[in-house]
């Protein structure tokens, strides 16, 4: 049973940073693609970020760019989210998906297993 934990989240003022963490288990496939998504209290799930398998490589939301970085341990079967110079608009509950078919980015439906998500609060 293939299972993602993600940790990191908290409350955070603007201008500040965190990390965000997802492990994940029960299953070996080091060449499956991995994302973060975000979703805020009445709006849709969006893309934030996703990094490919096959060769490294990234994707991210033109929110983001420039301030967030996404990054993979195969080793320890762990995606990373770092995010610096937060902003209001960045609270979200912040949740890890795996795509186990495809060793590229893909679209939200494509992803097969979530974490239960992380809340990230950017507030003063």
């Known amino acids: 049973q293939v299972q993602l934990v993600e940790s990191g989240g908290g409350l955070v003022e603007p201008g500040g940073s965190l990390r965000l963490s997802c492990t994940t288990s029960?299953?070996?496939?080091?060449?499956?693609?991995m994302a973060w998504f975000r979703q805020a209290p009445g709006k849709a799930r969006d893309r934030v970020s996703c990094?490919?398998?096959?060769?490294?490589?990234?994707d991210y939301l033109d929110s983001v760019k420039g301030r967030f970085t996404i990054s993979r341990d195969n080793a320890k079967n762990t995606v990373y989210l770092q995010m610096n110079s937060l902003k209001f608009e960045d609270t979200a509950v912040y949740y890890c998906?795996?795509?186990?078919?495809?060793?590229?980015?893909?679209?939200?439906?494509?992803?097969?297993?979530w974490g239960q998500g992380t809340p990230v609060d950017v507030s003063s």
């Open positions: 990094i490919s398998s096959s060769d490294g490589g990234t």
């Open positions: 029960g299953h070996s496939n080091t060449l499956a693609s």
């Open positions: 998906a795996i795509d186990m078919d495809s060793a590229y980015c893909g679209d939200l439906y494509e992803y097969e297993y």
